[in-house]
C-alpha cells in the first residue's frame, strides 16, 4: 500500500504560503534577515560546488558531444513550454501565451517532440517566464533574500514561485515519471555546466558571499525591470 502524497503536497502548499505571506512585507534595501543561515549555506554549496558539481560539470562539458546537449536542451525547454503558457496566462500576457503555445506546437509537430527547434527560425523565439514572475505582475513584494542549499540564492518570492511551478505544467502529469526525472537531471546538470562555461568566459569565480547577494539581486530585478540597487 503507497503513502498517500496529499500529506506531503499539503505541507508543500503550506511552505508556499508562509513564503508569499513574509514576501508581502518586503524589507528595506540592505537588510539581510536571514544573513546568518544564508551565510552557511553559501559556505555549504561552496564546498558542495568543488566537491562534487565542479567535477560533474566539467565531465559534463567535455564528454557530452554539443549536438547531443543541444538536442535534450530542446527537448526539456519544450516539455516546460506549457507550464510557461499558464504563467502567461496569469500575467495578463495573452499575446505571449499564444506565442509561446505556436511555438509548443511547431517544435512538437516539426521538431520530432522538441528535440529541434524549428520554431526559432520561424520567429518564435524562446521566452520564458515563471511563476515568481507572475507573483510580481500580482503585485506581491521579492520578500527576504535566501540562499537554500544546492539551489542557491534567492528571495522569499522566488522561493514560492519555484514551489507553485512544480505544480503548474499541464503536460507534466502524462509524462512517464522517468522522463520527469530525466528533464529534471539534465536541467540540473546543464544548468550547473552553463553557470560553470559563463564564470570561466568572464575569468570571474565570485568567492565573496556580498558579491554574490549583490549579483543575484541585481540579476533578478533586471529581469523584472526593477532598478533597486541591493
Not at 11 to 16: E, T
Not at 106 to 118: E, H, K, M, R, S
Not at 137 to 163: C, H, K, N, Q, S
Not at 169 to 176: D, I, Q, S, T, Y
Amino acid at each position: 500500500m503507497h503513502p498517500s502524497p496529499f500529506p506531503l503536497l499539503r505541507r508543500i502548499c503550506a511552505g508556499a504560503s508562509l513564503l508569499l505571506l513574509a514576501a508581502c512585507a518586503t524589507p528595506p534595501d540592505g537588510v539581510d534577515r536571514y544573513e546568518d543561515a544564508n551565510r552557511r549555506h553559501f559556505a555549504l554549496n561552496q564546498r558542495l560546488d568543488r566537491i562534487f558539481l565542479e567535477p560533474a560539470a566539467r565531465g559534463y562539458s567535455e564528454t557530452v558531444p554539443g549536438p547531443a546537449k543541444a538536442a535534450v536542451r530542446n527537448f526539456a525547454s519544450n516539455v516546460g513550454l506549457p507550464g510557461v503558457v499558464v504563467n502567461n496566462v496569469a500575467q495578463g500576457d495573452l499575446p505571449g501565451a499564444g506565442r509561446n503555445s505556436l511555438r509548443f506546437v511547431v517544435n512538437t509537430v516539426l521538431g520530432i517532440a522538441g528535440i529541434f527547434d524549428p520554431a526559432t527560425p520561424m520567429g518564435l523565439a524562446e521566452k520564458r517566464t515563471d511563476f515568481g514572475t507572475t507573483l510580481h505582475v500580482w503585485g506581491v513584494g521579492e520578500g527576504d533574500f535566501l540562499v537554500l542549499p544546492v539551489m542557491g540564492p534567492t528571495t522569499e518570492r522566488d522561493a514560492a514561485g519555484r514551489i507553485v511551478d512544480l505544480f503548474t505544467n499541464p503536460l507534466k502529469p502524462l509524462l512517464p515519471v522517468g522522463t520527469r526525472r530525466a528533464v529534471g537531471a539534465f536541467r540540473f546538470a546543464d544548468g550547473v555546466s552553463r553557470k560553470r562555461d559563463a564564470a570561466l568566459a568572464r575569468g570571474l569565480v565570485i568567492e565573496s558571499y556580498e558579491d554574490m547577494r549583490a549579483g543575484a539581486l541585481a540579476r533578478r530585478r533586471g529581469q523584472l525591470g526593477e532598478g533597486r540597487s541591493p
